[in-house]
């Protein structure tokens, strides 16, 4: 396996050496894909929709809310941009592996980056309704001699969400290179000619599983542990 | 100064084997909570859509330990942090 490769640095006044990684150029492959998207899909809007592209806007703009309202209440309805924009950063950012490139979650960087948004998410609208005490009064229950417990399980949020994403993108990526090395030996093996044939076809059925499930699965559910954690630092009691 | 590398390489082999016996954990756990969903469904069939969320919230969770064991064997295998 290949690790992550470095395209380019530089130095930057103040802030020292800048690295552009696979990652950070695919990021932005991504960035313009949704960018792209967006435009498309909501080009000459109208008040009533006759085009497809507009149904389809809605469509998914409602789905996303209906998802949002039945995990977090009605309340948590201006929640609904921010689960679009990550659950759509994570299903591309894995997708992009489709087409051979190495895809944007498979890096510990991007998935823990979000995880600690999540964190800081959390925190921030427990400390808008509780107050900063009402906040830190949580890390004492239900009694005060679990204090430690409870900063290593609020520290591990953002880590075992970062760790979870990124392990099952990596694990992907491993398994379909490891495949691909093992298909071109088989067909030296039996055949005994350079052209490794076996290739075509048989990666597709476990790309099937291993980016497409995969991919789809971690990014709703990166989703709904950032809802669900946010709607519980915040329950009404 | 080889015999040494190559020791650590087969520990570090050997270990990322070792970290992924982890795998048996949520395996377990995920079979026992498809099962209760089956079995969920069987029941209320009605009530399948929240039953298949819930049970792959209840999978996801139970998951976590195993993608633990995942990057420590990775981490082992590929990134070779004892300095071989």
Not at chain 1, 140 to 152: A, K
Not at chain 2, 12 to 20: C, D, E, N, P, V
Not at chain 2, 58 to 80: D, P, Q, S
Request: proline share 4%.
């Amino acid at each position: 396996m290949d690790g992550i490769k470095i395209l380019y640095t530089f130095e930057l006044p103040y802030l020292g050496q800048v690295v552009i990684t696979e990652t950070v150029r695919n990021s932005f492959i991504v960035v313009l894909l949704i960018l792209a998207l967006c435009l498309i899909l909501t080009h000459k809007m109208e008040k009533i929709p006759r085009k497809m592209t507009q149904k389809a806007a809605e469509k998914l703009v409602l789905m996303t809310e209906k998802f949002v309202v039945s995990n977090m209440g009605s309340r948590w309805r201006a929640f609904t941009p921010y689960i679009m924009a990550l659950f759509g950063s994570s299903i591309f950012g894995s997708l992009i592996s489709l087409t051979s490139l190495r895809s944007v979650t498979a890096d510990i960087n991007v998935t823990l980056t979000w995880g600690v948004v999540t964190f800081i998410m959390i925190h921030f609208f427990s400390i808008r309704q509780k107050g900063v005490l009402g906040d830190l009064k949580g890390l004492l229950e239900p009694i005060p001699v679990l204090l430690p417990m409870n900063i290593i399980s609020e520290l591990a949020t953002p880590v075992s969400m970062g760790f979870r994403h990124f392990g099952n993108a990596l694990a992907g990526t491993i398994i379909s290179t490891l495949i691909y090395q093992a298909l071109a030996g088989l067909t030296t093996l039996l055949f005994g000619i350079g052209i490794p044939f076996l290739q075509v076809g048989v990666p597709a059925v476990l790309s099937l599983y291993f980016d497409l499930f995969s991919g789809v699965m971690q990014a709703f559910i990166f989703c709904l542990l950032t809802m669900i954690y946010i709607s519980n630092a915040t329950a009404e009691e | 100064m080889e015999m040494t590398s190559a020791i650590i390489k087969a520990a570090s082999a050997i270990g990322a084997g070792l970290a992924m016996i982890a795998g048996i954990g949520p395996g377990i756990g995920e079979g026992y909570a498809a099962g209760k969903a089956v079995e969920a469904v069987s029941r209320q069939p009605e009530a399948k859509g929240d039953i298949i969320s819930t049970m792959v919230m209840g999978c996801v969770i139970a998951e976590t330990t195993g993608i633990y064991a995942l990057v420590v064997a990775i981490l082992l295998m590929f990134v070779n942090p004892f300095g071989a």
